[in-house]
């Protein structure tokens, strides 16, 4: 409902501005002390304390940059939520992009922390033709899911499991009058009572400070916007399948 999302939406922005209000607060009490000292003879300075806090207050003022974005981050992903244009739609290789994306995000997280490593593997139907969707958003979707999917295995790993090997896969399947796309991991998996939460606007399952919470829900909106459906299987400590149903758009 509206009054459920605005109170999302004021409860997510509140939290880094708590932060950023509080630092601003230590780090004017910090300066204050640091010109009294500065205002003493040269002989009565206490060096190492204006020392001391000098580097307090640039750690506060690092702190307070770190809650600001991430406060921005959150408007940011606001306005993406929001929009209604979903742009001028075109003719894709679904497979093409598929196997781009999952490349792409396991990539992308490998650049973030060398330590992680997973495998991956795709089974495309051949039979699928170009499909028109808004690419850019479908896009979007693909890296979203695919991204949870790696972050969920890496999650696993850690675990520590006897003879666990992480394992992302994207396979595409030709349907009556649509085309599936089902992404499959075997992470952590995701509990019953949080399944039915999933794609509500601000609900991640991630540490906070990660992500928004508002990725899986607009994923949900572009896939609906498509004419389309998403999906979600999973066991907790098994894995999860997201599953993408679109129209065929023949060209």
Not at 42 to 52: C, F, H, N, T, Y
Not at 121 to 130: A, G, Q, R, S
Not at 170 to 190: A, F, P, W
């Amino acid at each position: 409902s509206l009054g459920e999302l605005t109170a999302g939406i004021a409860h997510e922005i509140q939290n880094p501005l708590n932060f950023v209000n509080n630092f601003s607060e230590l780090t004017k009490e910090l300066a204050e002390e640091l010109e009294e000292e500065a205002e003493k003879a040269e002989g009565e300075r206490d060096v190492e304390l204006q020392k001391e806090l000098l580097h307090d207050i640039m750690l506060n003022l690092s702190k307070i940059n770190h809650h600001g974005s991430r406060a921005s981050s959150i408007v940011k992903s606001m306005l993406e939520h929001s929009r209604t244009s979903t742009g001028d739609k075109e003719a894709i290789e679904l497979n093409n992009v598929c196997d781009e994306y999952l490349r792409l995000s396991y990539h992308g997280l490998r650049a973030k922390d060398k330590s992680f490593n997973s495998d991956f593997e795709t089974e495309l139907d051949p039979n699928i033709e170009k499909i028109e969707v808004v690419a850019q958003e479908f896009g979007r979707v693909l890296l979203n899911i695919l991204n949870n999917a790696f972050h969920a295995v890496k999650a696993m790993s850690k675990k520590g499991t006897k003879d666990y090997k992480p394992m992302v896969s994207v396979s595409t399947k030709l349907l009556k009058n649509r085309v599936q796309i089902l992404i499959k991991d075997n992470g952590i998996g995701i509990s019953v009572e949080n399944k039915t939460k999933i794609f509500q606007p601000f609900f991640t399952t991630k540490p906070a400070g990660e992500g928004t919470g508002l990725g899986l829900s607009l994923s949900h909106d572009i896939i609906r916007a498509h004419g389309g459906d998403i999906k979600l299987k999973s066991k907790p400590n098994k894995g999860s399948e997201f599953i993408v149903t679109l129209p065929i758009k023949r060209v």
